[in-house]
């Protein structure tokens, strides 16, 4: 775990959200996770993007505070990242209580 953390702030921004979503499924720690992969989500590189969107739907409504930058993804030029983008808000809002 302590690597994991020091890796939080390698150059690479590959390196940085695999860590993140790793430190989180290894100790649910989605707290000092949820920022890192929040970030990776404007990374321009789509396999970046789409894990750090799919870990956040992973880690349910702890990552609610993802909610608005998931919902600008929802508009990317790549269906993939936006039917994952919605897949996570489907998770992360899972335990919301529906409108009427």
């Given at each position: 775990?302590?690597?994991?953390?020091?890796?939080?702030?390698?150059?690479?921004?590959?390196?940085?959200s695999?860590?993140?979503?790793a430190?989180?499924?290894?100790?649910?720690?989605?707290d000092?996770?949820?920022?890192?992969?929040i970030k990776?989500l404007?990374?321009?590189?789509?396999?970046v993007?789409?894990?750090?969107?799919?870990?956040?739907?992973?880690?349910?409504?702890?990552?609610?505070?993802?909610?608005?930058i998931?919902?600008?993804v929802?508009?990317d030029?790549h269906?993939?990242?936006?039917?994952?983008?919605?897949?996570?808000?489907?998770?992360?809002?899972?335990?919301?209580?529906?409108?009427?």
């Amino acid at each position: 775990v302590p690597k994991l953390i020091k890796v939080l702030d390698d150059k690479d921004e590959d390196v940085r959200s695999a860590a993140a979503w790793a430190l989180y499924r290894i100790t649910g720690k989605a707290d000092q996770s949820i920022p890192v992969l929040i970030k990776a989500l404007s990374n321009k590189k789509n396999r970046v993007n789409r894990k750090a969107a799919w870990a956040l739907g992973d880690i349910g409504p702890a990552a609610k505070q993802a909610i608005p930058i998931l919902e600008k993804v929802l508009r990317d030029r790549h269906p993939q990242i936006r039917q994952i983008a919605a897949e996570a808000l489907k998770k992360i809002r899972a335990q919301e209580k529906p409108l009427p």
